[in-house]
């Protein structure tokens, strides 16, 4: 028995510009893997590859109708992103917050 497939963490497989603009892509239509290939300087091999990595992490999907493969956009996993980003907002929130009340304090020294 062989070592399970390895999936792909959401955050690792939206590291790589190449693979978070073909989601880019796929959030407009559902493409087969010739069209996504015409957006980028690389073989259809790479492209592959890509594909295979967002489908691990669960960000498409792919159907076959007729001779071709169509790839969609799956986002729900990307809720993971937003929560964590989230957090983040919070904290640069407060921070210009923060900033706002101590410019506005400063303005009125100078009043």
């Known amino acids: 028995m ?6 792909h963490d959401v955050f690792q497989a939206i590291a790589d510009p190449t693979r978070r ?5 796929l959030a407009h239509q559902d493409m087969p893997i010739v069209a ?7 073989s259809r091999t790479a492209i592959n590859k890509h594909l295979h990595i967002l489908s ?4 498409v999907s792919r159907e076959r109708i007729g001779r071709e493969t169509r ?11 937003r929560e964590w980003l989230s957090f983040f907002e919070t904290y640069w929130d ?6 706002k009340n101590f410019v ?8």
């Open 71 to 81: 790839y969609k956009l799956k986002p729900e996993p990307l809720s993971e992103v």
């Open 21 to 25: 603009k073909v989601l880019k892509l």
């Open 36 to 42: 996504i290939s015409k957006y980028f300087p690389l």
């Open 104 to 111: 506005e304090n400063d303005m009125n020294y100078i009043d």
């Open 2 to 7: 062989g070592a399970p497939a390895l999936k």
């Open 56 to 59: 691990d992490a669960g960000l």
């Open 94 to 99: 407060e921070k210009l917050d923060l900033l």
